[in-house]
């Protein structure tokens, strides 16, 4: 077993890689993308080595980008877009909703769009306005598409593979302030031995309560329930993974076994994630639930400046809070 420790963002490199190797019709394209290999490198050296046919920089026109990989992706090829950062996808927004979660049903089956999204999204790096987004409710709520998000470098290097692979277009959510924390890869296993795309997954065991996170709030949660074992309680934490479509089997189980849930995303609360995953495990836990389903999220405000953007995202003490106030029902 070829295992290394790798960065999230160069096990996503990695994961480019091997699907570009695997499958010529699969090409790359956005903005820096190719020479510069991204603003964040995720693509860096692919240029150099598939050739500019296959790793492609395009204009700044996001709306542009998304059209052209449709007209791709119906003609056989698996384009992968990336959108430089989350607050770019805006002015693409009409052919994502219009055309590539469309054309499925408009065609009556008859055409499949196999393209992926990538777009790096949060915050905690420090930057300015229209780069901290967390548009993820506005694409899971759009029939027809699938959005997934990885939250540590195993999942990022299998997860891109196996969304490059699928014949529907998938948003692939990318949580840039993980891009450099690291972990254990394995580097040579088939995609087949890969855990399941649309599957969420228990990154903690615990037995006092349950912890629901994606993407770049695994690690706060995670940590958070570090800090809870100190003090005798056990939380599980599962990492969602899938957005749309939602997998709930593991966290139904979890939420019959503890009795309590938090619900922890970055994105504002009002209308998020957590609000769909709170009104399911409310109707299908009732009666295992000791206290409402509790949320941890961004405020409804637009994403603040940088200077008090840690006033802003969930951290490990408002986890920690409203896990206390679970236990106080």
Request: some cysteine; charged content about 25%.
């Amino acid at each position: 077993m070829a295992t290394e420790t790798l960065t999230l963002g160069k096990a996503l490199n990695a994961g480019l890689r091997r699907a570009l190797e695997h499958d010529q019709k699969v090409v790359i394209m956005g903005e820096d993308v190719g020479k510069l290999g991204g603003v964040f490198r995720i693509t860096d050296g692919l240029q150099k080595d598939f050739g500019d046919q296959r790793v492609i920089d395009t204009p700044l026109a996001e709306s542009g980008i998304i059209g052209t990989a449709v007209g791709l992706a119906i003609r056989g090829f698996r384009p992968v877009c990336e959108i430089q950062f989350d607050g770019f996808v805006y002015p693409a927004y009409d052919q994502i909703v219009s055309q590539v979660a469309k054309m499925h049903y408009r065609s009556q089956g008859k055409v499949r769009i196999p393209m992926v999204i990538r777009i790096p999204y949060g915050g905690g790096i420090g930057a300015v306005e229209h780069h901290s987004e967390s548009p993820e409710a506005y694409f899971a709520h759009t029939a027809g598409l699938k959005v997934v998000t990885c939250a540590n470098p195993q999942d990022a290097y299998w997860m891109i593979q196996q969304a490059v692979a699928s014949d529907d277009p998938i948003v692939f959510l990318e949580p840039k302030r993980r891009y450099w924390e690291k972990g254990p890869v394995d580097l040579e296993a088939p995609l087949s031995a890969a855990y399941p795309l649309h599957s969420a997954r228990v990154a903690r065991a615990g037995t006092d309560a349950t912890v629901l996170a994606y993407g770049p709030m695994v690690r706060t949660c995670l940590d958070a329930a570090a800090a809870a074992a100190e003090d005798g309680r056990e939380l599980e934490v599962v990492d969602l993974r899938t957005l749309s479509p939602l997998d709930l089997t593991a966290v139904y189980e979890s939420v019959r076994r503890t009795g309590r849930c938090v619900v922890v995303h970055e994105a504002p609360g009002n209308l998020g994630l957590g609000a769909e995953i709170a009104a399911r495990v409310t109707e299908e836990c009732f009666y295992s639930l000791e206290a409402p389903v509790l949320r941890v999220t961004g405020f409804d405000t637009p994403y603040p400046a940088s200077r008090v953007e840690e006033e802003y995202l969930p951290d490990l003490d408002r986890v920690l809070d409203a896990v206390d106030r679970a236990f106080g029902w």
